[in-house]
């Protein structure tokens, strides 16, 4: 009796019950509504980091702009290091200047964007954008060695 039951559970997770197969996806990849969410921080990012971009191309040539998840934290650290933009201990941005590799290669600067934090802050996709453009605007500020305003425009 136990070898019956244990064949007949086996039909049926091999059994397609209404004879549909897989389906395909909810919406088609052509539409907005199919991106996840990092898909749109990075388009969100993309479309802030274009006026600063148009404004200071030639000094931002060697810049690489990348977002993470959620940034690496250790539990040593006191503080913000250097580079680490932060609002109440969580990091949001990091710039990282251009140096040497463990393996001995050159690397870029690179600012860090930290999406879910950024996310976390913000109200609703608007608030977003300006928190996104705001702290790029810092970042690349910070760069250059320059006043934010200066950067934006502002001065």
């Known amino acids: 009796m136990v070898t019956a039951r244990s064949s007949r559970r086996r039909g049926r997770r091999n059994r397609d ?36 971009e148009a404004r200071w191309r030639t000094e931002l040539t060697k810049l690489d702009v990348a977002v993470d998840d959620v940034p690496e934290v250790t539990p040593a650290e006191s503080g913000a290091p250097e580079g680490v933009l932060a609002d109440s201990g969580v990091p949001l941005a990091r710039l990282v200047q251009a140096g040497v590799d463990r393996r001995g290669q050159p690397t870029r600067a690179r600012i860090v964007l930290y999406r879910r934090p950024l996310e ?13 453009h705001d702290v790029l605007v810092e970042q690349v500020a910070s760069y250059l060695g320059l006043d934010p305003g200066v950067i934006d425009g502002e001065s």
């Open 120 to 132: 976390a802050r913000a109200k609703d996709s608007h608030d977003l954008a300006d928190l996104v």
């Open 17 to 52: 019950r209404h004879g549909r197969g897989l389906r395909g996806p909810l919406y088609p990849s052509t539409l907005p509504a199919a991106s996840t969410r990092a898909e749109k921080f990075d388009a969100l990012v993309l479309d802030a980091l274009e006026p600063i």
